[in-house]
């Protein structure tokens, strides 16, 4: 098995903060800068695994890198460079306090509702007879709230977010503006890849001068879900399981050995074989989302490398 990124903890030049989120490690400098390093910890229902994926941080930092660039002529990003695979170095915004999630197939939490009884998630109305898997008339917004270390997102409508000051109207036209656009791009970028983008969220983030731009990852498979375009329809039909791209193998094995983050609930031993196969389902993913072929960086001393290549940008 690779050696596998869990934790940093550097000192680096100029630092003011650090902090540690479910994946990412986040490092403030004094000069509004950010310096974002992608581990390879696993999140599933708000809990952080105890193993790591060897290179996932890798391949969710050069898949977020690559959607990032590929979006910025329509939607301002907080992106300034990615100077080792794990890294993203950019503009430290002031984020807000919700993530605009999009989706335009009921699955993952949209279907657990729905098939609960609900038929209204976040302030959005679903029609009757929906299946699982079926594509939405349009892409609806299901904001949540962005949940502090150690919570819970929690749904939350559009309604509510106004009501409670969390965003102004204003800024709130600019995020499903903006959450809009972005999807229908990544939309546009999946079929080209002969893949549809099932679900994502955002999060956004205000510039020290005051605009609003994107931040974190977006179209990654930690932030997406894609299902194969080839044979969707068919499936459809036949009420068969649909060929996905994401984290949901996880959630789903997670399901089938008794955990959903509930209190209580154990989390099941992730044996070295099932290690190496989300890994090898992490490079399938980079693999169609890009059309690129993964090209694995040295791992010996995972940690060393990334330290010398920021103080090496840092410097620059």
Not at 23 to 36: A, F
Not at 55 to 76: C, F, H, R, W
Not at 112 to 126: D, I
Request: aromatic share 10%; proline share 4%; hydrophobic share 35%.
């Amino acid at each position: 098995m690779s050696a596998t990124l869990l934790s940093t903890q550097f000192q680096l030049p100029n630092q003011v903060n650090y902090y540690k989120g479910k994946v990412r490690e986040v490092y403030t400098l004094s000069d509004n800068k950010l310096v974002i390093v992608a581990t390879d910890r696993l999140s599933a229902f708000d809990v952080v695994l105890p193993q790591g994926i060897p290179y996932k941080g890798q391949i969710l930092n050069e898949i977020a890198s690559e959607m990032l660039k590929a979006t910025e002529d329509i939607v301002p990003n907080w992106l300034e460079a990615t100077p080792d695979p794990n890294v993203s170095v950019g503009v430290n915004c002031e984020p807000f306090k919700v993530e605009m999630v999009v989706r335009n197939y009921l699955v993952g939490h949209a279907a657990r509702e729905y098939f609960a009884g609900k038929r209204e998630l976040c302030g959005v109305e679903f029609k009757e007879g929906l299946k699982l898997n079926d594509k939405f008339d349009a892409p609806m917004i299901t904001p949540t709230t962005k949940a502090e270390q150690g919570e819970h997102d929690q749904d939350i409508s559009k309604e509510e977010i106004l009501h409670q000051g969390i965003v102004s109207e204003t800024d709130y036209a600019i995020l499903e503006d903006y959450a809009l656009k972005l999807f229908q791009r990544g939309t546009e970028l999946a079929h080209e890849r002969g893949l549809l983008l099932v679900d994502t969220k955002y999060e956004f983030g205000k510039t020290p001068d005051g605009n609003i731009v994107v931040i974190d990852e977006i179209h990654t498979p930690d932030s997406s879900r894609y299902f194969y375009k080839e044979g969707y329809e068919e499936r459809q039909a036949k009420g068969e399981k649909q060929k996905q791209l994401s984290k949901e193998f996880v959630r789903e094995w997670l399901m089938e050995n008794g955990f959903q983050g509930k209190e209580g609930q154990k989390i099941p031993e992730l044996t070295p074989e099932v290690v190496n196969s989300i890994s090898e389902r992490y490079i399938e993913l980079y693999e169609k989302i890009t059309g690129k072929s993964f090209q694995k960086a040295d791992v010996i001393s995972i940690k060393t490398r990334i330290l010398n290549n920021i103080n090496g940008y840092l410097k620059a």
